[in-house]
């Protein structure tokens, strides 16, 4: 390769991995908060709230948690999900060449856990649509394969049944990883309540959001107490961050300059290089199981509006040049509403939602790409170096209302009707 082509290659490289831009004015955010500054104050403030001791109300909130995966485990509430799939693998692990099949196209915290438990990751490449699935992972068992890690990416349920099968006559332990998709079934059967262990996690750009916080399903319930005594205790701070929070929140919607990731950096890789490793073992705080007791009532409605929603962008994006719409969508319940576009194409709509006051990003970089993960692939994934560099997420949350979606959709399809001719009437008309 000529250098000429080489600093070509390496710009349009460098184009690829940026972030999508922001819009000077959000009108439809990614991650909205579902919860009001009213409601907050009431859940951290109340009088109730106050009187029950914490471990009381972990109990309660735990408790609720299994019941809507069917009664299938014991929860054990933690600070995040990272450190629920940490406290996982710590229980599984049985000596320091264990080694943990994960998804390579997945968030970096899969990989943080199993590197914080001290195992030996071996990433794995995508299926048939983003997730692992029985003839990738095939390959890689071999005699040090301790655990799976079935992770249910953007979402859409990986194949659970299928996959247990596999780990079962193999001997394998199956974590499944349903941080992104709680609420969600394969087979009749929720997503977290399969395997040995089950994960979720409360952040905010997950199916509930309660402020953070994670939760362990143990279907061996003899090993909850065990687990819960390595857990510290919960960190104190978090009405502040929870109301520092609500305030960017809140402020994002008229400027996107006070948020700290895009100051820090332009360029998702660069971000990923510096990502943080240390993942602390503690209980979620009292402020986290108020919230996630007041969302979790709310957890059906939540998602039948976001399948709406998808079904919405099925229906009206299939027709869209350049742009392919997962068909699973129609059926299952999206974390991120991820469409498919020409990686060339990709800067370009991004931009042109943002011009419409619409937050997009893309998802997600191969974790086997990363400098310091780069030695745990075997061999090349070829499905996960194709998808990255396509992936266009949209707004598609149960909080979202009717209007944000359709203003999505009319960016979308106005992408190559020139923008010049439309009116700036219609440019200033939004949800
Ligand atoms: C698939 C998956 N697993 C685990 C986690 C970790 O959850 P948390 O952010 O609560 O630590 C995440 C977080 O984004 C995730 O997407």
Redesign the pocket.
């Known amino acids: 390769m000529s250098p000429a082509v080489d600093a070509g290659s390496r710009q349009q490289m460098r184009e690829r991995t940026r972030y999508n831009p922001l819009p000077a004015r959000i009108r439809v955010p990614l991650y909205p908060v579902p919860w009001s500054l009213a409601q907050l104050l009431r859940v951290s403030l109340g009088r109730t709230a106050a009187k029950e001791a914490p471990w009381g109300l972990l109990a309660r909130a735990g408790a609720d948690v299994a019941e809507r995966l069917g009664g299938r485990g014991q929860v054990l509430l933690t600070s995040?999900?990272?450190c629920a799939?940490t406290l996982a693998l710590r229980a599984l692990k049985r000596g320091d060449t264990d080694e943990v099949i994960l998804c390579s196209f997945?968030?970096p915290?899969?990989i943080e856990a199993v590197l914080g438990a001290g195992m030996v990751p071996v990433c794995c490449d995508v299926g048939e649509a983003f997730n692992l699935s029985v003839d990738t992972v095939r390959p890689l068992l071999g005699p040090r394969t301790r655990a799976v890690i079935m992770?249910h990416v953007f979402g859409l349920g990986a194949a659970a049944g299928a996959l247990q099968r596999l780990c079962q006559e193999a001997g394998v332990a199956l974590i499944d990883?349903a941080?992104?998709a709680f609420g969600e079934s394969e087979e009749g059967r929720p997503l977290g309540s399969w395997g040995d262990f089950g994960?979720l996690?409360f952040?905010r750009?997950k199916p509930l959001f309660a402020g953070g916080g994670?939760a362990l399903v143990c279907r061996d319930r003899a090993l909850v107490e065990p687990l819960r005594r390595q857990l510290g205790p919960a960190p104190r701070r978090r009405r502040r961050d929870a109301l520092a929070l609500l305030a960017v929140d809140r402020a994002s919607r008229v400027s996107s300059s006070v948020r700290a990731s895009s100051l820090r950096f332009t360029d998702v890789v660069d971000a990923l290089e510096a990502y943080p490793s240390d993942v602390k073992l503690t209980a979620m705080d009292g402020l986290s199981a108020r919230l996630l007791l007041t969302q979790l009532p709310l957890l059906e409605s939540y998602g039948l509006r976001a399948r709406r929603f998808a079904r919405r962008y099925v229906e009206a994006l299939r027709d869209v040049d350049g742009v392919t719409v997962v068909p699973a969508y129609a059926r299952g319940l999206p974390n991120f509403f991820t469409l498919l576009c020409p990686p060339e194409q990709r800067p370009a709509l991004a931009a042109h939602l943002s011009a419409r006051g619409i937050e997009s990003t893309w998802l997600y970089y191969p974790l086997h790409r990363l400098s310091r993960f780069q030695r745990f692939a075997r061999s090349a994934l070829p499905r996960c170096e194709a998808l990255w560099m396509r992936t266009l997420c949209i707004p598609c949350r149960g909080w979202h209302d009717e209007a944000q979606i359709e203003w999505v959709i009319r960016a979308l399809r106005s992408f190559r009707a020139a923008p010049a001719a439309r009116s700036a009437r219609q440019e200033r008309q939004g949800p």
């Open positions: 995040s999900g990272t799939l997945n968030c915290s899969v992770t990883d941080a992104q994960v996690s952040g750009h994670g």
